[in-house]
């Protein structure tokens, strides 16, 4: 199976399994088309809602497992500036693919996203992770790493209205 | 299990503490209580050290060497990208090194961030480089004297010198100041003032020798420190370290009056 066919298996999976989980996924937010164009015209204009610390982690672990198996980078350094730790996340991923290989693995799950604390906020998060399999150019896989839960320590900061993630370290 | 070895090089930053400990052996020294490595996300990461397992660890034993430094990215990362808080205290994103290696990360309270500890990198490195000994002047020159005679003994060399180094990442200026000279005078005799002595018609540092011979004498300077971080405020370092000086000898002669027919 490709792996972006996995990695959307996986994050359709805990949208379907919601009420069977402590901790769901939100669902993923895609953006209307031309033809879904409401029939009626809003009467004022809405004041969009600010993005809670929490939805934003779960955006960023999104963005995380889609630079890994996409090999872009661009969304996933936008909501990390700052964070030394993504950096090296990044310059792996950019390693990988430069040298024509890739990242197979099926996508991260958030098994648990707790405050720890408020300023700066900071989350324990619990990443429950498949195996993940470096490809090298010709097909060959060059490293595995086992499936199981990393266990983070997130630190989020702010810029104007947006958050982003200054640092992540294991704990 | 064991925290990845990491080494990172940072660049000079806001501020920094440092504390030269030990601690016991073992690979799983360094380890703090990190979960395992998991995928690409846990490679990547180092491990996150609470402050106290930091202080306990770095403060027992006498097998490694132990600081933090303040976390900087090429002068780029601002003191808002570095908050971090800990059981309620707010600090700042420290990296731990172990012997020199970047072993994982932990969160300083801020009332910890201080230079303070910063002086016991500097302390050991004070008396770890080399300092210059001071020079000896006799007079009278050419290594003879005489006898029953106030011989003056000098040195020229008592400003105080600076050395650059790097301590836990940051620049420090490190300054000795000469501050006690001991004058040997090879007879068993020694001088120990804070003049350097001065040279001749302004006797300071004199010796009369009793007997003639040849004895070696030698000038030891002490130098008291102190340093600055950066453009920051000179800061005593509380110890002295004394630089022998070079020997040197010294006849001493007798003098007969001679009449000489002109």
Known sequence: ?171 | MSAPVIARVSASAAMCIAAVVAVPVGAGAASGSCSESIGLWGASATCTWSYPEYQQTSSSGEEHTWYVSVQSANGGIRRDDLMCTENGQTGLWHDVFMDGVDVGDVCVPDAEVDEVNIGEMVIRRFKDIAWPDSNLVVQPPKGKTLVNFETNFYTLDSIPIDQTVTVANRQVVIRAVPTTYAFHFGDGAVTRTASPGRPHPDLDVTHVYERVGTVEVRLDTTYSGEYRIGDGDWVDIPDTLTVTGEPQDLEVVEALPQLVLE
């Open chain 1, 1 to 171: 199976m490709h792996v972006r066919r996995l990695l959307a298996l996986s994050l359709a999976v805990p949208v379907l399994l919601a009420g069977c989980s402590d901790d769901p996924e939100p669902t993923p937010r895609m953006p209307d088309s031309p033809s879904s164009s409401p029939t009626t015209e809003p009467t004022e204009t809405e004041t969009p809602e600010a993005e809670s610390p929490e939805d934003f982690i779960r955006r960023w672990v999104k963005a995380g497992d889609e630079m890994q198996v996409t090999g872009e980078t661009g969304e996933f350094r936008d909501m990390s500036r700052g964070c030394r730790a993504c950096e090296d996340l990044i310059q792996n991923v950019r390693r990988i693919y430069a040298d024509g290989g890739r990242i197979e693995f099926a996508g991260t799950r958030v098994a648990r996203l707790n405050s720890v604390g408020d300023e700066p906020p900071t989350f324990e998060l619990d990443l429950e992770t498949p195996e993940t399999r470096i490809v090298d150019d010709s097909g060959q896989t060059t490293q595995t790493y086992p499936s199981g839960i990393g266990k983070y320590l997130i630190t989020l900061g702010q810029r104007g209205e947006d958050w982003r993630v200054t640092h992540y370290g294991r704990r």
